[in-house]
């Protein structure tokens, strides 16, 4: 088996797990009144629980529209990889995931970390929600740098070969004319096929890691929501889930499709970040008599999951996705398009920063 193969089987192994394990970890209960929900107006069970039915409908169904739409856009050339268009829906959908980690996923586990219902010491005396994603994005660091070597390793031999097979004709001569015209096309061509598939592996590296920090993000943020009976709270985070998802998926998709995999990679992608959050409900609605949000075990196992996720999209937004094409050679010959790139960057992260007000 290949170590691209034994790469994709493990992220995706590590996200089932994760998925898994997450509503065992988190069930616990508080000696004190944490996490217990109050009765009022908006605690109606029966009317949550037809809410949340159809969250789990009409999210999976913007998931797989976000996430697929740009799979799709070959048989529309105004929206191929090689288009200026693709560039600017691209910078709106990194923007959408650079906001999901700063203003969706970091609040949330400060809010988290920082509970009352959490002892003073020591999580009221040491940031660690900024420092868990810190760790996050240095790990992610490695493992793209990891990921490559391996992958840059296993080609090097024949690479090689092929530099010296190539260089062999040309020869020097007394008056310094030499014959390296052929010789020279042959490494240029082989230079030029060689960065290619380095861009490949790199795109894939970067589809894997998104898709796990989502994934992580999706499973908590959804069972928090199935475990909830308030109505007032599910009410608006249906509708703001139903965007979050659509926007965060035409970002994963964007990324997916440039990783160029082949329909069964590409199926499973798909399938695991549609399906993440509509099953973090389903498995809410299922716990709910028994999960506290509110926990200190629950606050703690949530908090650091959510950082983690936060410190990876953080990362990977800006490292492997922006800065990629912001630095890279076509925007930076291209004045106009890079700033309308940048517009949609502020675009996307506009919005998604405003659904914070609901999600």
């Known amino acids: 088996m290949s170590t691209y193969k034994v790469n994709q089987t493990l992220t995706l192994a590590f996200s089932l797990l994760l998925v898994l394990l997450l509503p065992s970890i988190s069930l616990a209960t508080s000696p004190d009144d944490c996490g217990v929900q109050t009765e009022g107006t908006c605690h109606n069970k029966p009317k949550a629980l037809r809410l949340k039915v159809i969250a789990i409908a009409t999210i999976l169904i913007a998931s797989m529209i976000g996430v697929c739409l740009p799979l799709f ?38 809010n988290d970390l920082q509970s009352p219902c959490l002892p003073e010491n020591p999580w009221q005396k040491f940031p660690f929600t900024t420092f868990i994603a810190m760790l996050s994005a240095i790990c992610t660091l490695l493992v793209d740098s990891l990921m490559l070597t391996f992958y840059n390793r296993n080609k090097k031999g ?39 598939k380095v861009a490949l592996r790199r795109n894939r590296v970067i589809a894997q890691v998104l898709e796990l920090g989502i994934v992580v993000h999706s499973v908590v943020i959804g069972l928090g929501m199935g475990a909830s009976q308030n109505v007032c709270m599910i009410r608006p985070l249906v509708a703001a889930l139903c965007f979050h998802q659509l926007f965060e998926g035409m ?19 798909v399938f695991f970040f549609s399906v993440t959050t ?70 996307g992260a506009g919005g998604m920063s405003l659904m914070a007000k609901w999600a």
Not at 175 to 194: F, T
């Open 73 to 110: 856009t070959k048989s529309v050339p105004a929206l191929h990889p090689d288009r200026n268009l693709f560039v600017v829906v691209k910078a709106f959908a990194s923007g959408v995931i650079l906001a999901t980690g700063y203003m969706h996923v970091l609040p949330d586990s400060f």
């Open 158 to 196: 024949s690479s090689d070969a092929a530099v010296v097979s190539t260089e062999s004709p040309m020869e020097f001569h007394g008056h310094g004319h030499g014959h390296c015209h052929g010789g020279a096309m042959e490494v240029v061509g082989h230079d030029i096929e060689e960065n290619k």
């Open 251 to 269: 970002g994963l998709g964007g990324c997916i499709l440039q990783a160029e995999y082949g329909l069964k990679m590409k199926s499973i992608l």
């Open 278 to 347: 509509p099953f973090g409900i389903a498995l809410g609605i299922a716990l709910s008599n028994v999960y506290r949000d509110g926990s200190p075990t629950a606050l703690i196992v949530v908090g650091v999951l959510n950082a983690s996720s936060a410190g990876l999209l953080n990362y990977t937004a800006l490292v492997d996705l922006l800065s990629a094409d912001f630095l890279g050679p076509r925007l930076q010959g291209n004045v106009r398009l890079q700033m309308v790139a940048f517009a949609a960057v502020l675009l």
